[in-house]
């Protein structure tokens, strides 16, 4: 049986001197936060390009200002990165699994998790904001099992941090990647093309993102106890899905409208926009 890490709550303010650059550079304001509730959720939401940029800021504004510490579930195929299980567990991250979502679950943990998983991190050129969630049920299903709340959320302005230069499909044309195709590397790792990192650029041709400005948009959370005795009925599931899907669908299309709305930025955070 796997048990869940030992993690001990960190001080507060929580925030490293990266997401104090973080907080610098893309400004994150926060909308909705009057639907967050003190009862332990499952934190669902879009997953951005690469899916470094906005949780750490996600992540701290709910510590610091509501109490609320989030645990993020991680996928195997990056648990299995060397350091990075380390990284991820020293911030109270864990692998992704039935056995240890039930353990933090029955604990009262509130929890990260994004459905869309790697290959939504893994932009093709004109996916932004996409969610790829397909035909997943088990996070629904937990939620239900545990009624857990499921608040959903969007993240805004990753996705123009960078402009993606190749992507997924454009790389598997290139020869040295024919090569590696039949390899436990392309099979496990890379989902057989699936999850290939697409190369970006940010400011100029650097891989220093823009200063874009980042809006996180929370809706009313949803209820899962009607569901609690139908998580063997995949179709009650995928209804208790569509639901989750369409409430940050809707989030994402009222986080450009304030995007949209929003006061222009210093002229040197523009000018670095348009590099």
Request: with cysteine; glycine share 6%; proline share 6%.
């Amino acid at each position: 049986m796997m048990l869940l890490p030992d993690f001990d709550l960190p001080a507060r303010p929580y925030e490293s001197n990266l997401t104090k650059l973080q907080q610098f550079w893309f400004q994150p304001s926060f909308y909705g936060t009057e639907y967050l509730s003190d009862t332990p959720a499952m934190f669902v939401g879009n997953q951005t390009i690469y899916g470094a940029l906005d949780v750490p800021l996600l992540r701290t504004k709910l510590y610091n200002d509501h109490d609320i510490f989030l645990r993020l579930l991680v996928d195997r195929v990056r648990y299995e990165i060397p350091y990075w299980k380390e990284a991820v567990e020293e911030r109270g991250g864990f692998l992704g699994t039935r056995e240890l979502c039930s353990q933090a679950m029955e604990q009262g943990d509130n929890l990260l998790l994004f459905p869309g998983g790697g290959r939504e991190v893994m932009k093709r050129d004109g996916e932004a904001y996409q969610l790829m969630w397909k035909e997943r049920l088990g996070f629904v299903k937990m939620a239900a099992e545990h009624d857990y709340l499921i608040q959903p959320f969007a993240s805004i302005g990753a996705e123009e941090a960078y402009s993606i230069l190749l992507d997924a499909d454009d790389m598997q044309k290139l020869p040295f990647l024919k090569v590696i195709k039949n390899t436990r590397l392309w099979k496990k790792f890379l989902k057989h093309g699936d999850e290939i990192p697409p190369l970006s650029r940010g400011v100029a041709l650097s891989p220093v993102p823009r200063p874009e400005p980042f809006f996180f948009i929370f809706g009313e959370a949803i209820e899962t106890s009607a569901y609690r005795k139908k998580i063997h009925d995949d179709e009650a599931m995928a209804e208790l899905r569509d639901t989750v899907q369409e409430a940050v669908e809707g989030l994402i299309e009222e986080g450009k409208n304030i995007r949209q709305s929003a006061p222009k930025q210093a002229l040197w955070r523009r000018f670095l926009k348009q590099m």
